[in-house]
């Protein structure tokens, strides 16, 4: 038996050590013409396109899984390329393993650029041409995808197509899945000349990244500016979907941050979508009325576009579907200016489809720093009619929030619509005018801190409320309207207000609400014994994580 044994164990080693052997590492450049050994010697963008030099099961030579392809240099493309063509753009025509991932690398200094891309980007993964998931895309130190002359004509762009930078897609009912992309700065992809007056209406759909049907689809570290779209995750037309995460991304110079969306499908799904620890700002060059205006904002009512209104995150399923759709925003930091044509730095809304009102987008929204520049309702869901009718979303949860506006002229901070069943516990609001506004049913809303607001906090349909009014209705019995003390960081000062008023919220923190027991920062609240209220603990030591994706320091 103990030899057996032995010749058991050493053709287990010989086969692992045979796996790990089998994975390589391919280089290419633009027009290489080497053996793809180092960035001195590589294999074309034309080897990398054709699929007959990628293998599942790996076979030696071939890139298969557990190998990675390293980009070198910089890649410039045609404008609005064409995937089919092997010289337009770099497309993954491979996949890989469960386990054993294919990574494309870029190494340091490397640049994909086109003067303007094609919805397919400059960096495609779609399962028509083979990419069926497994794959890590990641930009390295510096890894770069540009448009650099796709813009309105008004600056003096010489292109205006309606792109992406990197496009992930699933074809005839298979999805991608298993897909991560980190480390990349995406930007100019359709630089907007920022007239509320303008007519131009390109760039209606562009993102820097667009995913449409995939599964554990897992979207980090990036940096994305100079497009109307910054991260969108479509499942229009796909159900069973799951394991989407979009977290420490920086987006900036956009009109909608980050989207997850379905528009039409009544079968359509996707199971508890996480946007976490993001950074979002800088609306500046999407400026439209919220009256109808000239230029853009008149063409696009009248052609069925969607106006300029502006979103930090914004999710929504279509009317007539009634799968469950509850999305958890949590740990992010959006902050500026939505004027003029605002919506909210999140919006819960539906859009598309036919059939019954109720629309099944659900928001668990919690340990966010919201802080308006200007007059904005800060998050909000929507509630408006259909068939005469409202079309409702559903009841939403809005936990340990930290929302800070400008004045007390101010708008609402918090607009809350839907089913009943709303919950709004230990938030801290503070500079405002009236706090919340509601046209449907709270539940709950007690433990927050309402300081420097108007006298009337709350409207609701057809009146509005004094605190001491709203208490009398039997909410916020334990809410207090004294100093929460904010540093300058947001974090609470000693003496605040907010320290030890909230609830504990131990027993929800399981599942995608985990992260509901540590603060912002990541500092643990305790399991016994009061929270404290907003989104960060108080400690004389503690201070928040510094900004996400700092390895960028601005986008041109």
């Known amino acids: 038996m103990r030899i057996v044994r032995t ?23 633009q027009s290489g013409t080497g053996g793809g050994t180092s960035c001195s010697d590589t294999l074309s963008v034309t080897w990398f396109n054709t699929g007959s030099n990628w293998a599942n099961p790996k076979v030696t030579g071939k890139v298969g899984p557990g190998d990675t392809v390293h980009l070198c240099g910089t890649f410039t493309f045609p404008a609005n390329g064409n995937p089919n063509n092997p010289a337009d753009l770099l497309v993954i025509p491979g996949s890989g393993s469960s386990g054993s991932l294919i990574t494309v690398k870029f190494e340091t200094n490397a640049i994909v650029q086109s003067p303007a891309f094609s919805t397919s980007g400059g960096l495609d993964c779609n399962y028509y041409f083979g990419c069926h998931g497994y794959i890590v895309i990641d930009g390295g130190t510096n890894g770069l995808i540009q448009a650099t002359n796709n813009g309105s004509a008004s600056l003096g762009f010489g292109y205006q197509i309606d792109g992406n930078g990197v496009f992930v897609a699933g074809w005839n009912g298979h999805p991608v899945t298993n897909v991560e992309i980190k480390n990349l700065t995406v930007q100019h992809i359709y630089q907007h000349d920022g007239s509320p007056s303008s007519s131009d209406a390109i760039s209606e759909n562009g993102s820097a990244i667009a995913v449409t049907g995939g599964s554990n689809i897992h979207i980090h570290n990036n940096v994305a500016g100079g497009q109307r779209q910054g991260i969108a995750f479509s499942f229009s037309g796909w159900s069973g979907l799951s394991g989407l995460e979009i977290d420490h991304n920086t987006v900036t110079d956009m009109c909608f941050g980050i989207l997850v969306v379905s528009g039409g499908g009544a079968t359509d799904s996707l199971s508890n979508p996480l946007i976490h620890d993001n950074e979002i700002t800088n609306w500046d060059n999407y400026k439209c009325p919220a009256t109808s205006g000239s230029g853009y904002c008149t063409y696009a009512n009248a052609h069925g576009l969607d106006p300029y209104h502006k979103d930090g995150i914004i999710v929504w399923t279509p009317q007539g579907n009634s799968n469950p759709f509850q999305v958890y925003v949590y740990n992010n930091y959006i ?25 099944p987008t659900q928001l668990y929204v919690f340990n966010n720093l919201f802080v308006s520049t200007a007059n904005i309702t800060e998050v909000a869901t929507r509630d408006d009619l259909c068939s005469f009718s409202p079309v409702v979303t559903g009841p939403h949860f809005y936990y340990n929030n930290t929302f800070v506006g400008t ?21 801290v609001f503070t500079t405002t005018n009236a706090v919340l506004s509601y046209n449907a049913t709270i539940t709950t809303s007690n433990y927050n801190v309402f300081f420097n607001t108007g006298s009337q906090i709350v409207e609701g349909p057809g009146a509005n409320y004094t605190l001491a009014q709203w208490q009398g209705m039997g909410y916020d019995l334990n809410s207090v309207t004294t100093n929460p003390n904010l540093t300058a960081d947001y974090t609470l000062g000693s003496g605040s207000s907010a320290v030890g008023l909230g609830a504990n919220l131990t027993s929800l923190c399981t599942g995608s ?6 603060d912002k920062a990541g500092n643990p609240r305790p399991a016994t014994g009061a929270w404290d209220a907003g989104a960060y603990q108080f400690s004389a030591t503690n201070r928040p994580n510094p900004p996400v994706a700092l390895r960028v320091t601005s986008v041109k």
């Open 335 to 359: 902050h500026g200016d939505l004027t003029p044509g605002s919506t909210a730095f999140v919006y819960g809304t539906w859009g598309g489809g036919s059939g019954a009102c109720v629309v």
């Open 407 to 427: 004045d007390t002229s101010n708008a609402n901070l918090l607009a809350v619509n839907g089913l009943p069943g709303n919950t709004v516990e230990n938030n």
């Open 513 to 518: 609400l985990a992260a509901l027991c540590t």
């Open 7 to 29: 010749v058991v164990l050493v053709s287990a080693l010989s086969l692992a050590l045979n796996g790990t052997a089998l994975a390589a590492d391919f280089y290419v450049s």
